[in-house]
T-cell receptor
């Protein structure tokens, strides 16, 4: 897990504020995934990005959520105007390439609490 | 729609015995399957994987079995150790897809 770095580990926001979650993939990995885990549930896919491109955002809510993975710097998951239902653990994962034999490597997550 | 299912939320096993965690899937397009282990307040850690061209893959104490006709895979841990106590997730991916679909997890407790 140490290879994928996520920060902050914990984030508290009031309703209506913005949340920014950052993820630096493992060295040499150019593919980033964001997953969300709600309490008592499994991991739900949100978005898959490569450098400067969103490849698959079919799991992202249509409003308030956005993601980017710029040429330089970490991937950012941005949640605007947070609501209590956004409280969850958000995990980032990376892989070196797409392909059948490439597992995802996860960070330790950001736990977002909306008060 | 939950395409990967883990129907046992929890499992308790004596230390030294075998732990068997089960996973079922519904999509016949899945051809790459993985198991992850997760401790509280940490991210999932990759354990072992199997592609659909195989029916068994072994790595030390961990063995994954795949039954494609039944759309079922299992993870065997033998012998089980207290440090194996964690939540285990199975995951699957389609050969043409980007998403990894995860089950809801099974919490394993290994009793010393």
């Amino acid at each position: 897990n140490a290879g994928v770095m996520q920060n902050p580990r914990h984030l508290v926001r009031r309703r209506g504020q913005e949340a920014r979650l950052r993820c630096s993939p493992m060295k040499g990995h150019s593919h980033v995934y964001w997953y969300r885990q709600l309490p008592e549930e499994g991991l739900k896919f949100m978005v898959y990005l490569q450098k400067e491109n969103i490849i698959d955002e079919s799991g992202m809510p249509k409003e308030r959520f956005s993601a980017e993975f710029p040429k330089e710097g970490p991937s950012i998951l941005r949640i605007q105007q947070v609501v209590r239902g956004d409280s969850a653990a958000y995990f980032c994962a990376s892989s070196p390439r797409t392909g059948v034999s490439s597992p995802l490597h996860f960070g330790n997550g950001t736990r977002l609490t909306v008060t | 729609d939950q395409q990967v299912k883990q129907n046992s939320p929890s499992l308790s096993v004596q230390e030294g015995r075998i732990s068997i965690l089960n996973c079922d899937y519904t999509n016949s397009m899945f051809d790459y399957f993985l198991w992850y282990k997760k401790y509280p307040a940490e991210g999932p850690t990759f354990l072992i994987s199997i592609s659909s061209i195989k029916d068994k893959n072994e790595d030390g104490r961990f063995t994954v079995f795949l039954n494609k006709s039944a759309k079922h895979l299992s993870l065997h841990i033998v012998p089980s150790q207290p440090g194996d106590s964690a939540v285990y997730f199975c995951a699957a991916r389609k050969d043409t897809g980007n998403q990894f679909y995860f089950g809801t997890g099974t919490s394993l407790t290994v009793i010393p």
